[in-house]
């Protein structure tokens, strides 16, 4: 499969595509395996990490859920290209800036991404829209079943799976979900609920993972213990959490409602204003704005496809696939101006919001005329 | 950030290990040349910190031959792990198993796993275990000249061989 068409299609887990992604966009599992007998590909010498890809791609390629799949060489790719796939949660940030010896082999409905000679030999991961941890993992552990039966993996029996960090040990399974919590910030309640979440030992992150800033009121949320657990533990209690954190702001959006619906109707006017009419539009600026659009779509404020459009847009107006779409490098100000123009263009056709439709508890037949229409 | 020494925005960062401790440094341009920072070896973190008089760091390495130990798998250092905080390959978990040790205490919700086991890996083991136990039992059956069991586990031996072989 070419490049092109990977990324022409978005995946289902993108569109959030028959799931409840109102407040969980996506979960995430991936497991980490090595090769026994063999260097990490860190502390392999180049002939050794391409031996080990030799062995490794075929093997991968062969699996089932990987007919038709896109199979690249890193070094194959642009480095727009690599970034193009980070931006969609394809390969990490640390496989995009390794070259020879790296490959990526992406299932073509792209639930199923695995990356070669990462950290790790192997690093396979299953994204599934909505909370459905356990369905990631069953995907994603079924092609582990069948790699295991060709591959000898490093494996310990008292620490399990070994892999290049320490961090890792065990399971070798990181489970993380994607959560939208505009009320919970807009409410001051996020610092508290994220502190109780870091107490329970599970990790918050930004949009792109580790080290990375929160934006767009994205939220992810991921075990760090992979040692001395089964993975069904693991799994069962981030789920939990996470439900429960979705509750937390399924509850302060509606709060927010009740308690101040003009602050709630005047945040998601004004982004529509903005991302309707702006000329120049940053890219931290964009995701704020979306974020309370997509708040919108859930709350009724917009149609339901709202909220899908918004979701494309978020990957849409990061920079790799600015460039992308414009086939040229381009200077921070042409790129204002090109994420304004896909927004503005995207967001065409949708109307204004429909105040009434939360305002209609408690008040008069006639409601005040907000201007926006 | 800005510079430790005069406020002003800082330009350069400096980490130095001082007693075994990590001391960070932050300094604008002007600071950074006004105390060598540009000849690092005229330069020590540990004056500016502690006041200027102070006894150089000790910038010793460790006594060879005390830390010298070296997978023999895959050549990692004990030298590169305390630098990397990362493993050269599965065998450096044995060569390091005490460093491993140290490392996983409080980094994990326990220090043995529970979780998933790879089928075939397993199955190889045993296989590997009971051949192995095999061998030292038909050893010992030849050098009773117990001809007749020796018998039974040369067969037995060749049977799993060649499941070995099938497996491959």
Redesign the interface.
């Known amino acids: 499969m070419r490049f092109s068409t990977l990324i022409k299609h978005p995946a289902d887990w993108m569109t959030g595509e028959g799931a409840d992604n109102a407040i969980v966009l996506t979960s995430r599992v991936r497991l980490a395996r090595?090769l026994?007998?063999?260097?990490?590909p860190?502390?392999a010498k180049k002939k050794q990490r391409t031996e080990v890809l030799e062995r490794l791609r075929p093997a991968v390629e062969a699996l089932p859920r990987m007919r038709d799949a896109f199979s690249q060489e890193l070094d194959s790719l642009s480095s727009v290209q690599k970034q193009v796939m980070v931006e969609r949660h394809l390969i990490s940030r640390e496989h995009a800036a390794r070259g020879e010896g790296s490959a990526a082999v992406i299932e073509r409905r792209q639930s199923v991404a695995i990356m070669l000679n990462e950290?790790d030999h192997l690093r396979m991961q299953s994204i599934r829209p909505g909370l459905k941890l356990t369905e990631a993992y069953e995907a994603v552990?079924e092609v582990?079943?069948v790699l295991?039966?060709q591959l000898?993996?490093?494996?310990?029996?008292?620490?399990?799976?070994?892999t290049?960090?320490?961090?890792n040990?065990?399971?070798g399974?990181r489970g993380s979900a994607m959560l939208h919590l505009p009320a919970l910030v807009l409410s001051d309640q996020i610092g508290q609920v994220l502190q109780a979440v870091n107490k329970i030992?599970l990790a918050v992150r930004g949009l792109f993972g580790e080290g990375t800033e929160s934006l767009g009121n994205l939220f992810q949320i991921s075990n760090q213990?992979?040692?001395?657990?089964?993975?069904e533990t693991i799994l069962r209690r981030l789920e939990r959490v996470i439900s429960q954190v979705a509750n937390h702001e399924a509850n302060a959006r509606e709060r927010l409602l009740e308690d101040d619906p003009d602050m709630v109707c005047d945040k998601i006017g004004r982004a529509y204003g903005v991302l309707r009419h702006a000329w120049l539009i940053p890219s931290k600026e964009a995701l704020t704005h979306l974020s309370l659009l997509r708040l919108g779509g859930n709350l009724g404020f917009f149609p339901e496809e709202s909220v899908a459009l918004c979701d494309a847009l978020l990957t849409e107006i990061q920079p790799a696939h600015l460039q992308m779409h414009s086939g040229r490098k381009l200077s921070p100000e042409e790129r204002d101006a090109i994420r304004a123009e896909i927004v503005r263009s995207r967001l065409q056709s949708l109307e204004p919001p429909d105040i009434r439709s939360i305002k209609k508890t408690g008040e008069e037949d006639s409601p005040p005329d907000l201007g926006i229409t | 950030m800005n510079c430790d020494n005069c406020g002003k925005p800082a330009k350069v960062h400096l980490t130095q290990l001082v007693g075994g401790q990590v001391k960070k440094i932050a300094l604008c341009n002007e600071c950074a040349k006004q105390k060598g920072v540009t000849d690092p070896t005229g330069f020590a973190l540990a004056d500016m910190l502690l006041g200027g008089s102070q006894a150089k760091p000790s910038l010793v390495p460790a006594t060879p031959g005390k830390d010298a130990r070296r997978c023999a798998?895959?050549g990692?250092t004990l030298e590169?792990l305390k630098r990397?905080?990362?493993?050269?390959?599965?065998t450096c978990?044995?060569t390091f198993r005490e460093e491993?040790n140290q490392?996983?205490r409080g980094?994990?919700?326990?220090?043995?796993?529970?979780?998933?086991?790879?089928?075939?890996?397993i199955e190889?083991q045993m296989r590997q275990k009971r051949l192995d136990e095999l061998r030292g039992r038909l050893e010992q059956a030849v050098s009773a000249e117990n001809y007749e069991e020796a018998a039974g586990l040369r067969d037995e031996i060749r049977r799993l061989e060649s499941e070995v072989a099938n497996a491959d």
């Open positions: 090595n026994a007998g063999t260097p990490f860190g502390w950290e552990n582990d079943d295991a039966e000898e993996y490093a494996f310990d029996a008292e620490l399990g799976y070994l290049t960090c320490p961090t040990l065990g399971t399974m030992g213990s992979t040692l001395g657990e089964s993975e | 798998d895959c990692f590169d990397i905080r990362r493993f050269g390959c599965g978990y044995q491993v490392m996983i980094m994990h919700k326990g220090t043995s796993h529970c979780g998933k086991v790879p089928d075939g890996l190889m």
